[in-house]
């Protein structure tokens, strides 16, 4: 079992940057790839960014790359999505995920989920 817990959401400015964290506990961390996903109001979630255990692997949707950067610190249980030049349309939950074994963009394959963190974007 692992539980996570997303923190760092908050209203901004189109433009701006947010850094978010999934913190993790129960189990051990480095066994699982974690991703990040987002849902915005009447649509469905969304991949945004993936992170293999030990970091060295990570994959973005196109709409975030080069915007957006997914990284842990498995020392510290964390996992983490740098977010700048945020845009209004990317108001949305956002979600942490975890699941072992290889990387996936698909949200169904993911065991754990955290229960989100509001990120709203005004322009």
């Known amino acids: 079992q692992v539980q996570l817990v997303e923190s760092g959401g908050g209203l901004v400015q189109a433009g701006d940057s947010l850094r978010l964290s999934c913190a993790a506990a129960?189990?051990?961390?480095?066994?699982?790839?974690m991703g990040w996903f987002r849902q915005a109001p009447g649509k469905e979630r969304e991949f945004v960014a993936v992170?293999?255990?030990?970091?060295?692997?990570?994959v973005y949707s196109d709409s975030v790359k080069g915007r957006f950067t997914i990284f842990r610190d498995n020392s510290k249980n964390t996992a983490y999505l740098q977010m700048n030049s945020l845009k209004p349309e990317e108001t949305a939950v956002y979600y942490c995920?975890?699941?072992?074994?290889?990387?996936?963009?698909?949200?169904?394959?993911?065991?754990?989920w955290g229960q989100g963190t509001q990120v709203t974007v005004s322009s």
């Open positions: 995920a975890a699941k072992r074994s290889y990387l996936a963009l698909t949200s169904g394959v993911y065991t754990y």
């Open positions: 129960g189990s051990t961390f480095s066994l699982y790839t």
């Open positions: 992170i293999n255990w030990n970091g060295t692997q990570t």
